[in-house]
């Protein structure tokens, strides 16, 4: 069992926490706003500190799961941030969903000052979270990952090196790039079998037993017909990871036509007063 630090106590960062306690690891805490870090200690045991730095200090592996880059940057490099405490050898482990480049950029950092950076951005929502069962796709050095790896599975359910630093942020890109054109599709084709006068949850019992057949369609299809949309992950999130998609294929010239334009039908939904709404909502812009 590891001395762990976890920064970060929201949705996803909470529940994923316990299950590190739970599993037996010395668990530290830290939360911008520190009442939810003393609530979690109430809750679990453990110790919460007042800042990154005095959270990672001591400590072998500091897992963080916090908003953007800049939020990453300020838990990390900032004044108070982890990377003044930790020692070498250590493990930084970051659950935020960034880019490519923060990844790279905090693994040099970490590098020059002796210790061990993995960019590990998470799927499978506050349920996954929630439940102990999240896949990671993680970035970074072999060794580290390694060490790292055990301590990840008290939360996941899969976890895989994609790659060098950058390399789990770039791969969590493709996984929003397909759950966006695949929930526009199945909102499209529910839409399309109200217009038609069809009973939908009898297509979607047939046609999930063949080849359009998803989890989306298993978990999401029915409560899109009826339209409810509080299961999680909200179209905020999903426009912010959208925008790093899209960033990054600028950069290196990849074409997302549908993801661009599910982007801007996410941004339908938002003006329709749906920026808290789970993904699926899509099809609220369709139904309107």
């Given at each position: 069992?590891?001395?762990?630090?976890?920064?970060?106590?929201?949705?996803?960062?909470?529940?994923?926490?316990?299950?590190?306690?739970?599993?037996?690891?010395?668990?530290?805490?830290?939360?911008?706003?520190?009442?939810?870090?003393?609530?979690?200690?109430?809750?679990?045991?453990?110790?919460?500190?007042?800042?990154?730095?005095?959270?990672?200090?001591?400590?072998?592996?500091?897992?963080?799961?916090?908003?953007?880059?800049?939020?990453?940057?300020?838990?990390?490099?900032?004044?108070?941030?982890?990377?003044?405490?930790?020692?070498?050898?250590?493990?930084?482990?970051?659950?935020?969903?960034?880019?490519?480049?923060?990844?790279?950029?905090?693994?040099?950092?970490?590098?020059?000052?002796?210790?061990?950076?993995?960019?590990?951005?998470?799927?499978?929502?506050?349920?996954?979270?929630?439940?102990?069962?999240?896949?990671?796709?993680?970035?970074?050095?072999?060794?580290?990952?390694?060490?790292?790896?055990?301590?990840?599975?008290?939360?996941?359910?899969?976890?895989?090196?994609?790659?060098?630093?950058?390399?789990?942020?770039?791969?969590?890109?493709?996984?929003?790039?397909?759950?966006?054109?695949?929930?526009?599709?199945?909102?499209?084709?529910?839409?399309?079998?109200?217009?038609?006068?069809?009973?939908?949850?009898?297509?979607?019992?047939?046609?999930?037993?063949?080849?359009?057949?998803?989890?989306?369609?298993?978990?999401?299809?029915?409560?899109?017909?009826?339209?409810?949309f509080d299961f999680g992950f909200a179209v905020d999130w999903m426009r912010k990871d959208l925008s790093i998609v899209?960033?990054?294929?600028?950069?290196?010239?990849?074409?997302?036509?549908?993801?661009?334009?599910?982007?801007?039908?996410?941004?339908?939904?938002?003006?329709?007063?749906?920026?808290?709404?789970?993904?699926?909502?899509?099809?609220?812009?369709l139904d309107k």
């Amino acid at each position: 069992m590891a001395k762990v630090a976890f920064l970060g106590l929201g949705v996803m960062g909470y529940p994923m926490a316990r299950h590190l306690k739970a599993k037996g690891h010395q668990v530290t805490v830290y939360n911008r706003t520190a009442a939810k870090a003393e609530k979690w200690v109430s809750e679990n045991g453990g110790r919460a500190a007042t800042t990154p730095r005095e959270a990672a200090e001591g400590q072998e592996i500091v897992f963080a799961c916090v908003g953007n880059d800049d939020d990453l940057r300020q838990v990390t490099l900032g004044p108070d941030g982890a990377f003044q405490s930790m020692g070498k050898g250590a493990i930084f482990v970051d659950h935020t969903t960034a880019s490519a480049e923060v990844a790279r950029e905090l693994h040099a950092a970490a590098t020059d000052k002796g210790f061990a950076f993995i960019d590990a951005p998470v799927s499978g929502g506050q349920a996954g979270a929630e439940n102990g069962v999240l896949t990671v796709m993680c970035g970074g050095d072999a060794d580290a990952y390694a060490r790292a790896e055990p301590a990840i599975m008290s939360f996941a359910r899969a976890c895989r090196l994609m790659g060098e630093a950058g390399a789990g942020q770039l791969t969590k890109m493709i996984n929003q790039i397909c759950i966006a054109g695949l929930v526009q599709g199945l909102a499209e084709g529910i839409h399309f079998g109200k217009k038609a006068g069809l009973d939908i949850e009898a297509v979607l019992d047939v046609i999930s037993k063949g080849a359009a057949g998803s989890w989306q369609m298993e978990n999401r299809g029915k409560t899109m017909n009826q339209g409810k949309f509080d299961f999680g992950f909200a179209v905020d999130w999903m426009r912010k990871d959208l925008s790093i998609v899209l960033d990054e294929a600028r950069k290196n010239g990849a074409s997302l036509p549908v993801t661009a334009l599910v982007d801007q039908f996410y941004a339908d939904v938002q003006k329709m007063g749906g920026r808290r709404w789970d993904t699926s909502s899509l099809i609220a812009r369709l139904d309107k």
